[in-house]
């Protein structure tokens, strides 16, 4: 069975400053899909960005990267110029893809975040 | 185009009652998951649904819990003689096929006292 591990459970930032939060997985597929989400204290589930494993380039949107290493099955998330709204519970998230079977979502149990002004 | 909805967002119900959470798909989409996600915890996978049928439900406790998702209307889980051990924000998910890009509803916070 797949597993996410999150090692960091809290985390915090200055404004304006870099952060990096970790994300292990194991799994025996080779092709997959993974996610960084966002939580905010509304609860809601916000897709931050994702990355195929078969793309060796890292993904990237506006000020969020990921450090993707299949090998280690590391899935890292770079959060640059961080700002106060970026305060939130993250969760990474693993999917398998293809295969027939259900292609359910596969949780860590998330990075509390909390930005310091 | 508006996204998933579920209702109620909050629901109270004591112990030994019956809960009912509606999951409303965004247009177009006939793929439905539930996930559950205890206090201090990530989302786990419930089950998944496609219109008139379950296609997986690993993740759903062997007693008390069902889902269904009928041709007409949302899907709807089900939990009978609640626990307090139930209770937990239910997250639904809908996608537009199999493999698609899951979209998530604001979630349903079951408080059973």
């Known amino acids: 069975a797949q597993t996410v591990t999150q090692s960091q459970p809290e985390m915090s930032v200055q404004e304006a400053e870099t952060v990096t939060l970790s994300c292990t997985y194991d799994t025996s597929e080779s092709d997959y899909y993974l996610f960084w989400y966002k939580q905010p204290p509304s609860r809601q589930m916000i897709l931050v960005i994702r990355q195929e494993a078969y793309k060796q380039q890292n993904a990237t949107e506006n000020r969020f990267s990921v450090n993707f290493q299949k090998a280690a099955k590391s899935f890292s998330l770079k959060i640059s110029d961080s700002q106060l709204g970026d305060a939130a519970m993250y969760f990474c998230?693993?999917?398998?893809?293809?295969?027939?079977?259900?292609?359910?979502?596969?949780f860590g149990k998330g990075t509390k975040l909390t930005v310091n002004p | 185009n508006a996204g998933v909805m579920q209702n109620p967002r909050h629901l109270v119900r004591r112990r030994g009652q019956e809960a009912r959470l509606r999951c409303s798909p965004m247009?177009?989409?006939?793929?439905v998951y539930w996930y559950r996600q205890l206090p201090e915890e990530g989302l786990k996978f419930m089950v998944y649904l496609q219109k008139e049928n379950i296609i997986d439900e690993s993740g759903m406790p062997k007693e008390r819990f069902s889902a269904e998702f009928p041709k007409e209307g949302p899907s709807i889980l089900r939990i009978q003689q609640v626990v307090r051990g139930d209770s937990a924000a239910y997250f639904c998910?809908?996608?537009?096929?199999?493999?698609?890009?899951?979209?998530f509803g604001p979630g349903t916070r079951l408080t059973v006292t």
């Open positions: 998230a693993y999917r398998r893809r293809g295969g027939g079977g259900s292609e359910k979502l596969v």
């Open positions: 247009k177009g989409h006939s793929h």
């Open positions: 998910a809908s996608s537009p096929d199999r493999g698609g890009e899951q979209y």
